[in-house]
Structure formats: structure tokens, C-alpha cells
């Protein structure tokens, strides 16, 4: 792809008086004040001219050059923006955020909706991993981590904003800003493409170093030709550590990007040092030591040497000392920001990455006989960047107990795969073969083994390598690539958009009253077992939902709803039986129970997935769903399994939610505003289409764009049960559950079959009465053949199903005194553990109460009596009451723990000890 000259020339540098030239090096075109210059001004075209002599008229700090660069396109109108996250969750097609424009791709920049502001300014940290085998070869020139100063223009068809002129002029003022004179600088004409977007682009090079991308975003590529997209965007990219790194004019950009680092990490880590010479002369030429070029690194390194006129050869460990300590800088801040965000290391996706450079800086650290330090960097690097970031400071235990996990792991793998290694390498020998860049990386892919281990294996054994010096890039370049592959398709798909051609979008009942199951519409098309119609309450497959069943009744008999589909907003009904007329009104009915059990368990995943994050970790990201009639299941990232306690726990606090009786809301919102409010956990479930995304909120505890239905009230969920967790893959681990009736009557089946168990231990089951009381007693069978597994099991049911008696109950007695609402019911259990679950779920309201629950046996009554967390801040407490219980009673025995109090009285009446109760309360309320 290649642009004419047509489309380079702008009026502001021809009024400048710049000329276009041609680089006699590389043979690009570049513009410029000077009409004698041959070359393109960028590096290795030219050796770096900036070091020790930089062109800015002072030196900046990384932060100062940030606030510097967003202040001066403030100051020219542009609006600045949060940085958004470096994973892009909003988008399918890629895994790392690695450059500003991702940020806007593809709704913003397709036309679909409006950007947050235009013109906008951002600081974007971006992550480049297709570089990870440069970094530190290059000085700095080369960072897996950056922040990309993007100033953005976007020009919507009769909204011009800015364009070419105003963009070079900008970013020919902000140099001058800094003091760069205009005749140090060349614009040199390129192609950008990317994302399927391309656009003729300047690089921006002053005295050897790019530390810009000014990009014109005017095509979309199809079928290799280009078609003139709607939106125009100016698509600048600043590079904040090149520009700061320029501004100094030290040999190696890592000095001023980390310069408040490396104090610190030299104590962990090491000093490493270098001849101050040496470094200023070699420095000029790092930018041409790239591994995987047309030379060798070590070629590269001799070159560079000499044309530097520096000593080479003794100082070579020492330099390769200072390029891994440079390189763990730069990894190990990458890996914060990655994890910070919610990714576990795994097998697939990002975690592949993330697992890649945990194992890259394992590497790096154990070439510098650190390798124990690398929790201790991880550390400092989150503490340095979360002062900035604050993502990182919130997630740091959790990084720090993900790479722990994940350091542990790939000590294993490596001693696991060395011994296959060798023999791998001696076979290899032995046929007189050679390692190639095909052995490496299944080498690593399949036993984890890293390229540089192979190599050094390789080189003792006296096994020759073929294979180029950047085959990580490689690994993760193959591997970005998958992102972007395409899903099967349905087979049924051409049919169906065969028929809907020229069809308007179905109007969506179910997101007008999700609880409507019954409906009239008029046919738009019926053929071949499909179904079109104008309005439909049947909800389609979609966002882990599975889709609606029931029957379409009409004039000539009715047909079965077997499945439904949405292409392109037109609802498809697959049907079976007699079809309907076109333009006839038919009425349509969805299974009702079933549509229910299904909103239940989708609102379900929802608590569970703000659960997990609250159990497990700010990793524990949905990595799917499916919800259905009768269970549903959600896989999350999770670097272990999960233990009984975790479940234990995820099953309980959930429960805790039903209970809360939170309401569950609907609403659209605009993208940006949505962001703005609920963060990017919100496409937890997948990226949303649109530029308006309908959030599905539990306040307080879970928001997620999301296109399924839900009941009302997290009560409706009724009840949770985890029926099964399992890990399914590498980091992600499957929760199974069940919710409402279904876990009902999953629990009931299984205590049913413990009923068994229990007579054929020959306990006989006494008489019950309720079904929780059958529950609790259920709680004294024992399994002979483990009964610790058993009580265990019981344990379990046994909480939640307290919890659900109480949630369903009706309460004996339930009254306000004084504000404080009071609750008043009887229990048959005097099992500890039963009736502080019982308590839980009464307490659990929003309002200050106090629980009494008595059991009464003959004459003798004894009664707990629970205040809730509002309860309690409203000056109730147990002692105040135990008191006044007291001077009701002198016989009554009590203990108070901090919430509940615990007593007996002899043969007293309910009523008098529930009077004695309001009357304490009340007493202690009016004081
Ligand atoms: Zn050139
Ligand atoms: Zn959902």
C-alpha cells in the first residue's frame, strides 16, 4: 500500500517553506526546512544526534512531559480524557490496548456514536508485545510499556473538526513549546494501517528519534482496495517516555522513565553500571541492535562499537548485565498493569500473554541471579505506578498472589521439561539437525520452555541453531493473530438472512416487560420452518441466554417455537408445525415457568459474578456463561481450584444477596457515560455492539452491559445452590449451580437420598414438620462409611436452607418500636450454627432490626435474640438490653457476644419475654 505525494502536502508546510526530499538511506520521502538534508532523521538511518546534546530547552521528568503534552493541546482545545485500561474488553478482536486510537475503535471511529469529546487529548499506557525480544537491546527505544499521548480529532460528515494542516501545525507548536526548533524537524511520509482502518501518516523525527506519529485515518481496507470511510480521524501518537527521553539526552531511556525506580531496584536487584563513555558512544547506535534484523546481534554490537570508537569487548558483560536490568524494569511493569486488570496467566487469550512475559522477566531475573526477587519488584513497581494508577495500588495483593502462583508453576515446568530438553537437543545432535525457530516454539508452547533456556542449552550440548534471535516476538505475534479469527457459523444463518432480507429490526418486547410472556403481532415473513415477525416477546439466544420456547397460534392451527435467533436486530422464530400467513396477526406464547427459571438463573450468574470477584479476587473475570431452565454454569478466571471453603463461601455470600432483597435495574445508557459510571468490569460478559448499551445493575454490587432478562428483586432469585465447580482449562475454573425452584429441588433429592442412607443406618426419621426442620434433622444422620465427608455435605445445606425457610417465612410477629423493626418467630432447632443463619437472613434488612427467635421446650424457653449492623449503629447493643432483661426477670440466664445475646428462663410465657424484649428496647431507645 503506498499513498501519492497528493496526499502529504499540506498548506501549513508549505507556507513554513518546507521542501519534500528523498532519504538516500531508506528511500522514503520526508519533508523539511532543509533543502540539502538526505536523510530521513531517524534513527538508523542516522545515528541518534540528540544524546548528549538534546534539542529541548530544558529536561523533563516523565510526569512533567505528560502533564506538559496534555496541558498544551488543552490549551489548544482539546478536551482531556481518562486513560482507558490496557486490555480492551470493550473490543473482540484484540487483546492489549497498543495504541490511543484502540480506545476509540471500532464504534467511535465507524460512526456509530459520538466520541467522549472532540477534539480529545489522552495518555494512553499501551502495550506492545510484538517488541518483548528488543527490549533493552535498544536502550529504550523499544518499551513492551509506553504511554501514547494521543491527540484525536474526529471529523464526522458535515463536522469538520481539524484535519492535515491543523495537525502538523499542533505538533510543530508543541515542539516548539519544548524548544525544538522547526529545522530540526522532519516529517517523513509513511502508510498506517490497522484494526482494518488505513491512512497516509507522518512520522515525526527529530535528531535521529521518531517521538511521533501524526496519522490521517481516512480508509477502511476491503478486499485489498480502499473505500473512503465516513469518519475522519486525526490519529496522533506522541510518544511521552521518547519525547522525555529526548528532552534529557542521556544514552538509554530507561534513566529518565525510571529514574525514581532504580534506586530501589538496584537494591533488589543489583547495580548494574556502565563506562559513562562507553554508553554516551554506544548509545548513538543502539537503535540499529535489533534481534531478527539482516544481522546478528552480536554483528550489530561489533559495528556499533566501532563506529562509536568505543572498547567493545570489555565491557560486554557488563552491558548485557545493564540490558536485562533494564528489561525486568520494563516487564515487570508490564505485568502489573496487565494483571492489575483482571487477568490470570494461562494457555489461551490474554493470559497466554500475560504468562509469556511473567516467564520472560523469570528469565531475565535468573540471568541476573534474582530470580527470588521478583515478588519484590512486582511490588515496587506497583507501588511507583499506582501513585499514577490507581488500578494498581487496589489490585496488589492480587498480582502479587497471581505471579507467586504463577513463578511456583513454571519452576515446576522448567524442571519437568529440562531433562526433556536434553534429550530433545541430544536426538537433535545426534541426526546432525538443527534447533529451528518450528523447535522452539513447540518447545514452548507444549513444555512451557522458554527460547532463551533452548539456546543456552543448545549452546553447551553443541546443538546448532537455526532460528532467528526474536522467536518470542514471533510466539507472540502468532498469537495476537488468533484475536482476530472468525466464529463458526451457523448453518441455518444463510437461510435465515436469506429470508429477513429488507426486513426493519424486530421491536423487542421482552426488554419493554421482561416478565410478559404472551403477545399479539402480525407476520412479516414465514417460510421454511422460520418465522419473522414484527414485535416478538420470544428473547433470542444471546449473552449466554439460551432462547425462549412455546407455540405461535394463527388462523390455520399454531406452530412450536423449538429456537430463536437474532441477525442483525431481526428476530428469527425455528419452528415446527403449521406455518402462519405473512401479514397475518398471530398470537404468540412463551413458556412461562421455563422463561422464569431462566430469568432466575441469569440474575443468578449476575450476583455470582459480583461474588466472586468479592470471594475470589479482583481476577476473577467471567470467561463465560450459559444460562438455563434448570442450572446454569459460569466460568471464571481463577489461577487454582476452587476449595470447599471458597464455594462454601461464594455460596454464601450470594445468598446473602438474595436476601438483601436488592432491586435489579435496567437501563440504557450512552457508551462513555456507562464506562464513566460502572468501569470496564461492565463487559464482563463480552464487548457490547453498540453505542448505547443496556446495564444491568445491582446497586452496589454488580453492573454489566448485558442484553438478557432478569427478575425485579435479587429476592426472586429465591435461593443459590452450587451444584459443582471444576477447572475447565488452564486459569479458569467452572462454577455449576442452580437457582429458585431448581435448586430446590436439587437440594431436596439430595437430602432425600441422605434420608436413605440415614434408615438404612437404621436411624429412624422422626415425625417433622416443616421442611427445613426435616432438613435440620436430617443434619444427626451419619454416613458410617465417612462421616466427615458427610456432616461436611450437611453443613452446607444446612445453611442455605435456613436461609431459605427464613427468607420464605412468614414471621410470627413483625412491628416497628421506636424505628427499630422487630422480628419475632419460633425455631424447633437448637443447633448453634442453624439459628445464626437464621438470624443472618432476618437481620439482613435494610433498617435497623432486632431478631428474636424462641424455641420453647415444657416449661423451659430459650431465645436468641440478633441486632443488625443499623441496629447497632443506632445505639443498640446487647449489653444495654441485657440489662433491662434483668430487671424483668432475675432468674433469666444470658450471654451476649457482640451482635446476639443467648438466654433461658423458666417457665415463663412467649408473650411476657416478647413484651420484655420491646419494652428493653424501647427503653433503651428513648434514653
Ligand atoms: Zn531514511
Ligand atoms: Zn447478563
Sequence with gaps: ????????????????????????????????????????????????????????????????????????????????IDPYPVVPRWRRDLFLVSASIVDFQPHVTSGLMEPPANPLVVSQPCIRLVDVDKVGLTLGRHMTVFEMGGAH????????????????????????????????????????????????????????????????????????????LPVRTVDTGYGIERFTWLSNGTPTAFEVVYADVIPKASELLGRYELDREF??????????????????????????????????DAVLPQLEALERFYAALDYSKSIAFILSEGVVPSNTKVGYLARLLIRRLHRTLTHLNAQDRILDLLDLQLNHWGRRFRQLLEARDDVLELVDYEVRRFAETLEKGRQHLERTLRELKARGGAVTTETMIRLYDERGLPPDLVREVAGKLGVRVEAPENVQEIVASMHMSEAQREEVQDPREARARELIRGLPQTERLYYLDQYRTEFESRVLAAADGMVVLEATCFYPEGGGQVADTGVIRHGRGECRVLDVQSYDGVIVHFVEGVLPEPGEVVRGEVDRERRLS?????????????????????????????????????????????????????????????????????????????????????????????????????????????GGTHCANTSEVGFIKIIGTEKIADGVVRLEYAAGPAALSYVQSRISELEERAERSERSEREVSTFAEKLFRSMEAEDPSDPSRHVEYLRAHYAAAARYWMAFRRYQKEEDVEGVRVIFDFVQTRNQMVVEEMLQQVTSVQVPAAVLLVRSSGRKLEFWLSLNRQALSSGLSPPSLVDELRSWRQDVRIEASERTLRGEVESAKVGDLYGAVVGAIRKVRSR
Design 1 to 80: 500500500m503506498e499513498f501519492d505525494e497528493s496526499h502529504y502536502v499540506t498548506g501549513y508546510l508549505r507556507e513554513r517553506g518546507f521542501v519534500r526530499r528523498k532519504c538516500r538511506v531508506c528511500g522514503k520521502h520526508f519533508w523539511t526546512l532543509d533543502p540539502e538534508r538526505d536523510n530521513c532523521n531517524e534513527a538508523p538511518c542516522v545515528p541518534y544526534e540528540f544524546i548528549g546534546n538534546a534539542p529541548t530547552n530544558r529536561s523533563f521528568t516523565l510526569d512533567g512531559m505528560r502533564d506538559a503534552f496534555i496541558g498544551f493541546f488543552e490549551e489548544h482545545d482539546h478536551t482531556p
Design 153 to 228: 480529532a474526529f471529523n464526522f460528515p458535515g463536522r469538520e473538526v481539524y484535519w492535515k494542516d491543523r495537525t502538523v501545525e499542533l505538533c510543530s507548536r508543541f515542539l516548539e513549546r519544548l524548544g525544538v526548533k522547526e529545522e530540526e524537524v522532519v516529517y517523513k511520509e509513511g502508510v498506517w494501517s490497522g484494526g482494518g482502518n488505513a491512512g497516509p501518516c507522518f512520522e515525526v523525527n527529530v535528531r535521529g528519534l521518531e517521538v511521533a506519529t501524526l496519522v490521517f485515518m481516512s480508509y477502511r481496507v476491503a478486499d485489498g482496495r480502499l473505500e473512503e
Design 279 to 312: 554508553l554516551m558512544g554506544y548509545g548513538r547506535y543502539s537503535a540499529w541492535i535489533q534481534p531478527g534484523g539482516e544481522v546478528t546481534v552480536a554483528e550489530a554490537r561489533r559495528r556499533a562499537a566501532e563506529l562509536a570508537g568505543v572498547e567493545l
Design 598 to 706: 431462566i430469568m432466575r438463573h441469569h440474575t443468578a450468574t449476575h450476583i455470582l459474578i459480583g461474588t466472586v470477584r468479592r470471594v475470589l479476587g479482583r481476577h476473577a473475570w467471567q470467561m463465560g456463561a450459559r444460562k438455563e431452565e434448570g442450572r446454569a454454569r459460569l466460568d471464571v478466571s481463577h489461577h487454582r481450584p476452587l476449595t470447599p471453603e471458597d464455594v462454601a463461601r461464594i455460596e454464601r455470600v450470594a445468598n446473602e444477596v438474595v436476601a438483601r432483597r436488592l432491586p435489579v435495574e435496567v437501563r440504557w445508557y450512552d457508551r462513555h457515560e456507562a464506562e464513566r459510571l460502572f468501569g470496564f468490569t461492565l463487559y464482563q460478559g463480552g464487548e457490547a455492539p453498540a453505542g448505547q448499551v443496556r446495564v444491568v445493575n445491582i446497586p452496589g454490587w454488580d453492573a454489566e452491559a448485558c
